[in-house]
């Protein structure tokens, strides 16, 4: 009874605080501007099962793609033993499907055994990617960052270890007290990894390694589930609806803006009120100078971002030294997000736009911008090639939120790069980028 009093306290203690995580990065995603969802479904879904659950976009690179699946295969099948483990720590039972789906649940235990050994052999070879051979793309990332890729690896060999501890000591406690520890079948590690290490043990010994490994298996899931929310890999769960929600218009495909088509209708007289603009009215942003400028869908981008560089390793730019890192680019505006979203949950006054009215996504000036993470430089080199686009396993568009940043510099401060200028002003003026003195369209008088 004690056991099941702690369960159901650190458990529904831990839910509930990685809920309220979730729901506030939900918020911060939302503080983007409504866009649209258009297009066939059919195509969206199919992007959820070959890209996010699939893994298809992976294989580009297969080596790191075939461990990255092993740990990906070994995660989900693990959590049908999760289930088991919150069903036995609930109600104070062991082993809850053991004689409830016969052959079937020897069949699980097998798969999860051998897809965990495939798992930590993988994590081993990320770790040593990352700290031995130093592959660039990684050991690029300083700071929290870096502990941050090491620290989920370090955690799943903590996990691993959990497993076998827990399932080599109960096999061997099935031979001594059958009747509290029902026959799981012969298991493809605990089997014989069990009697090997534990079998000159003595039974309370076991007793108390079989629960130690059961509940550090149950705290470390809990403790991933709270630490998700502060990490990169928050993919694993965000990259389903990324995937679905991703744009499916064609590759460099800019959408209009509002603002501009309405005005452009009203010159040419396409709208119904064709009267000039009040002086007093105030002019529209173009682009994004801020996260709430962007749409919620790059926000959401930013946090499915698995960091793992391979848009910035494909980026031409980058590649020939200059400043921009699309992966840079989308942890830039998670964590302008997130400061955004903490400064207006503090409902300080000093944070509104007009003090008169509460703090608010519509209602808010901090005297900062994303110009402040991403500097004019760095959108500046972009090319727009999409090779960023590309080459994200999880179908982010870091392209996006440059355009807009570009567009908001441009059309909004009048500002720019000085060799942009000149052909600006061209177009402007002449209607042709290179400022030909003849009408652009006098070719198709002549005779």
């Not at 040593?128 to 989920?152: F, Q």
């Not at 177009?427 to 400022?435: D, K, L, P, V, Y």
Request: with cysteine; proline share 4%.
């Amino acid at each position: 009874m004690i056991q099941q009093i702690l369960f159901l306290i650190i458990a529904g203690g831990a839910s509930f605080y990685a809920f309220r995580q979730f729901m506030a990065i939900r918020q911060t995603i939302l503080l983007g501007q409504d866009e649209e969802i258009s297009g066939d479904s059919a195509e969206r879904w199919r992007n959820v099962l070959l890209i996010a659950f699939g893994q298809k976009k992976m294989f580009k690179r297969w080596i790191p793609a075939v461990f990255h699946l092993f740990i990906y295969v070994a995660f989900i099948f693990t959590q049908i033993e999760l289930i088991e483990i919150f069903i036995d720590g609930a109600f104070g039972v062991h082993r809850f499907f053991a004689d409830k789906i016969g052959g079937l649940y020897n069949l699980i235990l097998n798969t999860i055994e051998v897809l965990s050994v495939l798992a930590f052999v993988a994590t081993f070879i990320f770790l040593a990617r990352r700290n031995l051979l130093k592959v660039p793309r990684l050991y690029s990332l300083n700071g929290w960052p870096k502990l941050d890729g090491n620290l989920i690896l370090i955690f799943e060999v903590v996990l691993l270890v959990a497993i076998f501890t827990m399932n080599g000591t109960d096999a061997v406690l099935q031979g001594i007290d059958p009747d509290h520890y029902p026959d799981t079948g012969t298991l493809a590690v605990s089997s014989w990894l069990g009697p090997a290490l534990f079998g000159g043990l003595g039974e309370g010994t076991l007793i108390v390694l079989e629960r130690m490994g059961w509940w550090l298996h149950l705290v470390m899931v809990l403790l991933f589930l709270n630490y998700l929310p502060k990490s990169k890999h928050l993919h694993i769960m965000l990259a389903f609806p990324n995937t679905f929600f991703s744009r499916l218009k064609s590759r460099g495909e800019m959408d209009n803006m509002p603002e501009i088509m309405n005005e452009v209708k009203s010159m040419m007289g396409l709208t119904e009120d064709t009267g000039e603009a009040s002086m007093e009215e105030e002019l529209p942003e173009f682009g994004a100078n801020d996260v709430t400028g962007l749409s919620w869908i790059d926000i959401l981008g930013a946090y499915t971002c698995t960091e793992c560089g391979r848009c910035t390793s494909e980026c031409p730019a980058n590649q020939t030294g200059k400043k921009l890192s699309p992966r840079k680019v989308m942890m830039d505006i998670r964590d302008r997000a997130e400061e955004v979203y903490t400064k207006i949950e503090s409902g300080k006054e000093e944070y509104a736009a007009n003090p008169e009215q509460p703090v608010s996504k519509d209602n808010f000036d901090d005297g900062k911008s994303l110009f402040d993470y991403i500097t004019r430089e760095e959108i500046h080199a972009c090319t727009t090639c999409n090779a960023c686009v590309e080459a994200c396993p999880v179908l982010i568009n870091p392209l996006e939120p440059i355009l807009k940043m570009r567009r908001y510099e441009i059309l909004t401060e009048s500002a720019g790069p000085g060799d942009w200028l000149p052909m600006f002003n061209a177009i402007e003026n002449s209607g042709a980028a290179w400022s030909m003195t003849i009408d652009r369209e006098e070719w198709t008088k002549a005779e």
